[in-house]
Nanobody
Framework: VQLVESGGGLVQPGGSLRLSCTASGFPFSRYGMSWYRQVPGKERELVAAITSAGDSTNYVDSVKGRFTISRDNAKNTVYLQMNSLKPEDTAVYSC?????????WGQGTQVTVSS
């Protein structure tokens, strides 16, 4: 199982970024996917999740209306569109899946929101 994130970077408050996570090594279309974020010294936080078919999503309250999770099963990729970014969104963002209750993580991508 391999998860590779991309798309992070430095953005000004109010800006947008789209994160991508490309998966390999497992039947991607059969598994739900999630995005988490972590700030040094704090616990990892679940940001958004999507079902295997992409027909249901959920979000942490702090990003509702600003972030959108989606997936393209033909490309084995899950996305996180982040709009109206705030300094408090600064974190390392990682994608995640669980296979037979075993969690798998990507290496993470840094998102920094600062003027």
């Amino acid at each position: 199982v391999q998860l590779v994130e991309s798309g992070g970077g430095l953005v000004q408050p109010g800006g947008s970024l789209r994160l991508s996570c490309t998966a390999s090594g497992f039947p991607f279309s059969r598994y739900g996917m999630s995005w988490y974020r972590q700030v040094p010294g704090k616990e990892r936080e679940l940001v958004a999740a999507i079902t295997s078919a992409g027909d249901s999503t959920n979000y942490v309250d702090s990003v509702k209306g600003r972030f959108t999770i989606s997936r393209d099963n033909a490309k084995n990729t899950v996305y996180l569109q982040m709009n109206s970014l705030k300094p408090e969104d600064t974190a390392v963002y990682s994608c995640n899946t669980k296979i037979d209750w075993q969690p798998y993580w990507g290496q993470g991508t840094q998102v920094t929101v600062s003027s």
